[in-house]
């Protein structure tokens, strides 16, 4: 339902906005606008829009020197309104590929309901190669991969960052802040999270690891294991739970250093405070 109101909205614009292009061309004036249309095969376009769709699916630009297309399958949705961008959603059914704003490519393909949204400039989003993926960038030059899986979750909030979610299902990765990256993939149920600004956050190799950063400057890795634990309140601080099952490692404070595991299991290692370490 939210693909089809995206597309909607940027089809209703693309209706007014044709037009005025048409009579400015017409009149050997400079085309204001670039804006184009395809719904089932067939296209309505003026100025550097490219819209391209076959039957059961929706293509909308409003911007210049952008192009949208939605093909091989039914019910896609590719809808761009900005400049020099791309949005494709195709090779399966129900995708939705959608930019507000410049200089972005949106991918939502090779699969079901896959959805890639950008709100920003230089972003980049892809929900493909398995079904229900979900990329999302809200912000600038930044980057939200959900690929090679089923119900992955990619999710930037901020400039300059990166989440991926990657090889297996039910992975998600969150980030709200700026210059942050979060990785959350190579197996299932796996959760990375940042809040805050430079800082890393890793769940990887393994079942069901949580990590998670919530401050500046800080890491947190949960993985090569399962049900590992790593979490950060605080700056310049690392927590690893790495090379075994449910380990647990906790930093509250900052400028601390946290490891739990490293071929044991069951291991807890916490430290609350400053300049502090602690190994398990």
Request: with cysteine.
């Amino acid at each position: 339902m939210g693909g089809w109101a995206t597309f909607l909205a940027t089809a209703l614009l693309a209706i007014f906005v044709i037009p005025v292009g048409q009579l400015a061309e017409e009149a050997g004036l400079p085309n204001p606008v670039s804006a184009c249309i395809a719904t089932d095969g067939g296209s309505a376009s003026t100025g550097s829009a490219t819209c391209t769709a076959d039957s059961g699916n929706g293509a909308a630009v409003v911007g210049h020197n952008s192009s949208a297309e939605a093909t091989n399958g039914a019910g896609n949705l590719a809808a761009v309104l900005g400049n020099d961008s791309t949005a494709t959603a195709a090779d399966g059914d129900d995708n939705t590929a959608t930019i507000i704003g410049d200089d972005g490519f949106a991918l939502a393909e090779d699969g079901d309901d896959n959805t890639a949204t950008i709100i920003g400039d230089d972003g980049r989003a892809f929900a493909s190669v398995g079904n229900d993926n979900t990329a999302t960038v809200i912000g600038n030059d930044s980057e939200a991969d959900a690929i090679i899986g089923n119900d992955n979750t990619a999710t930037v909030v901020g400039d300059d960052s990166g989440a991926v979610t990657r090889d297996g299902d039910n992975n998600t990765a969150t980030i709200i802040g700026d210059g942050n990256l979060a990785g959350a993939l190579q197996r299932d149920n796996n959760t990375a999270t940042v809040v805050g600004n430079d800082s890393l956050a890793v769940a990887q190799n393994g079942y069901n690891n949580t990590a998670t950063v919530v401050g500046d400057g800080s890491t947190a890795e949960a993985r090569d294991g399962d049900d590992n634990t790593a979490l950060v309140i605080g700056a310049v601080s690392e927590a690893a739970a790495t090379d075994g099952n449910n380990n647990t490692a906790t930093v509250v404070g900052n400028d601390n250093v946290a490891n739990a595991g490293f071929g044991n299991h069951d291991n807890t290692a916490t430290v609350v405070g400053d300049g502090s370490t602690a190994d398990a």
